[in-house]
């Protein structure tokens, strides 16, 4: 299964907030815990990485804070995964740095870069300013393997 870690699930959430609220840029990791209902150490190193990685900007002081380093529209969803878990790699040969002991002489590499290449493009097309907007119920509800055919998850 490929899932990211709640982390990056937690710093996507985190930048969503920076970016719904012009209003108040500058978010300091106890407001940003508070809102998000996060540990405040795990909101600090989220923070932390994503200021590391450059989607964040860090400012000091007893008016310290962060602020988004870039517009929501221009922050893609590859970036902050990239930031956050490293570089996408569906399968280990894909990835930087593989260390697969068959990479060489495998005859469906290519076709897992294929997919690799269509899922990083997926992400960095879709920006941090359409995080901000909730999706209408059937883009949102959650889906499975049926058979073989992908089938929409009936709760309830």
Request: net charge positive; with cysteine; aromatic share 4%.
């Amino acid at each position: 299964m490929i899932r990211m870690t709640r982390l990056t699930d937690y710093g996507i959430l985190l930048l969503t907030l920076f970016a719904r609220d012009e209003k108040h840029p500058q978010k300091s990791a106890r407001d940003l815990s508070v809102e998000a209902k996060l540990p405040l150490p795990t909101v600090s190193k989220i923070l932390k990485l994503l200021a590391k990685h450059g989607l964040l900007e860090a400012h000091r002081g007893v008016r310290g804070g962060f602020t988004l380093s870039r517009k929501p529209d221009q922050i893609t969803m590859a970036s902050v995964i990239n930031a956050l878990e490293g570089p996408l790699g569906v399968t280990d040969c894909c990835a930087p740095a593989s260390d697969c002991g068959i990479e060489n002489s495998c005859i469906v590499k290519s076709n897992w870069m294929k997919i690799n290449r269509v899922v990083f493009g997926a992400l960095d097309r879709i920006t941090l300013a359409e995080m901000t907007h909730p999706l209408p119920a059937p883009a949102a509800t959650p889906v499975e393997w049926k058979g073989s055919k992908l089938a929409t998850v009936q709760k309830g």
